[in-house]
């Protein structure tokens, strides 16, 4: 077997296994955001008791969920820029039976402000990872960078997402150049 077969056979087994790699984790359920209460974007005139968030499939217990403000509004209408308080829950809602919703229960008397919503889904069958945050106002409207930067005030990524991409990519890279590489006609000498 010549240099030119074995580094052919090398980059189509490397690339196969780079999109192996790749195809599998697209393959993967994953739990993926279907509904939350408030709805991302939302303005409402009172605090939430509670926020939820429901998704595709049943959740494992390392999944999270967090709210936290970063703006205020003072009893004057002042905005006041500040990380405030931290609301957390850690695995599904145990009211929920099919184990497809986080819930967290928050302070019933919040300021008025911006609270985001962000969350770690861990699907039960395979663990894979879903991240997304989003965010609402009570008594102010989500601030237009935000909605500008964010369609819908609301963003959701695989884990290590950019990894995944850079494994199918270079799989393809791979096993493209090992397809084309010309194979090399042995020469007998005499």
């Not at 509904?35 to 005139?45: D, I, K, Q, R, Y």
């Not at 609301?154 to 397809?179: S, T």
Request: proline residues 7%.
């Amino acid at each position: 077997m010549g240099l030119r077969s074995i580094s052919r056979a090398v980059l189509l087994f490397c690339g196969s296994l780079m999109l192996l790699f790749g195809m599998w984790h697209l393959l993967v359920p994953k739990a993926q955001y279907a509904t939350s209460n408030p709805a991302p974007g939302s303005v409402l005139a009172v605090p939430p008791q509670e926020v939820s968030v429901s998704f595709t499939e049943e959740l494992d217990s390392e999944s999270t969920i967090t709210v936290t403000s970063t703006i205020t509004v003072s009893p004057s209408g002042a905005k006041v820029y500040s990380d405030g308080e931290k609301f957390a829950s850690f695995g599904p809602d145990a009211t929920d039976p099919k184990g497809r919703t986080l819930r967290v229960k928050l302070d019933p008397a919040l300021p008025a402000g911006l609270y985001w919503v962000q969350w770690k889904a861990v699907a039960a069958r395979w663990k894979a990872q879903r991240f997304g945050t989003f965010c609402f106002g009570v008594g102010m409207l989500v601030p237009d960078h935000i909605t500008r930067d964010m369609p819908g005030a609301f963003r959701e990524h695989n884990y290590q997402w950019r990894r995944r991409r850079a494994a199918l990519l270079g799989g393809l890279l791979l096993f493209a150049l090992g397809a084309l590489l010309p194979p090399l006609r042995m020469r007998v000498w005499r």
